[in-house]
């Protein structure tokens, strides 16, 4: 039987041949500052439209580099999306802060920028945003929120490297922008991580922790208490050959959901799309819908049903308040709807078009809709 999975990536560039030097020049850690590591972040800042970008071991501790730079720390509140991956709020704990939840929007399923002012107390010190499964936040509204209440933002962009905001790239806007590459994302270096910014100050800031602290002029001299949170040139090296391409892997992405779009459209009364706003470019990391009432199987069996004719599926994120570490009664209508209902439909660059009408096949024969 066909077994399709929900994601893949895509090693058809410059990978190997990159990774092949390292293996003969045994380039392979991340000291001596490796040239892979040089040019992939030069690269990706380049991608980016920042200024600066460092790597560093994986979309996680780019985010705990990022609370850390911003000198976030116990006592200090961090507004952030319900739905989102788990890393998201860990991070918050790790450097001893308050994660505060807010619901989700209907259609774009990011945080409902609506809601984050009545989140806003003397302790909060800053708001993470997550561009949910590519699609951009409204970043207008969030800068001038941030700008009125003096609050940094952290973008979450692990899931939409080259998406796009009124023309600006994610990751761009914010104070600090953290990306993943971790092996399902929009390119990967197996595991990996990278934080841009357009401020020099927070990329010495980042620089100086991922690397254990050291002073950049005086070896063995440590100027703080940082983390070995490097990327080897090995990974970058990965990371460099997948970025050369990563034009063609987000436009495969595209194509991907249009063509699930033009075989579910019509039964827009069974399944909602996340919605996509007309100033915003979402990379579409993973095609997402909302299975709505007129749908009588619940979510669980749809997907146990697809994976029983080797369709692999996920649940959309459950809220994270939800979740044992973060347990608390707070109710978010938007999120939880979403949350009991959504799916992510395989999105990937070796997804063939017969693939995708093999998996709407499915489904629609699944829910009872197929003549
Ligand atoms: C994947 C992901 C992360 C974490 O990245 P890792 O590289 O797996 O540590 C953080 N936030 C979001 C929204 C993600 O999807």
Redesign the pocket.
Known sequence: MKQISVASPNLNGNEKRYVNDCMDTTQISSGGGGKYIVEFERAFAEFCECKYAASCC??????HLALLALGIKEGDEVIMPVI??I??AN?VRYVNATPVFTDVDKDGWNIDVKKIEEKITPNTKAIIV?H?YGNPVDMDAVMEIAKNHNLYVIE?A??AHGAVYKGKKVGSIGDIG?F???G??VITTG???MVTTQNEQIDRKVRLLKGQGVDAQKRYWHLAVGYNYRMTNLEAAIGLGQLENIEEHIANRIKIRQKYYSLLEPYSDYMEFQKTTAQSISIN?MTSIIFTSKVKLDRDTICRKLEERGVETRPVFYPINSMPPYKDNESFPVAKYIAERGINLPTHDLLKEEDVEFICNCLLDIIGLME
């Open positions: 994986n979309g996680t501790v780019a985010l989102t991956y890393a998201t991070a997550v949910l979450d692990a899931e953290t993943s590459f971790f399902n994302k595991e990996g991580g990391w």
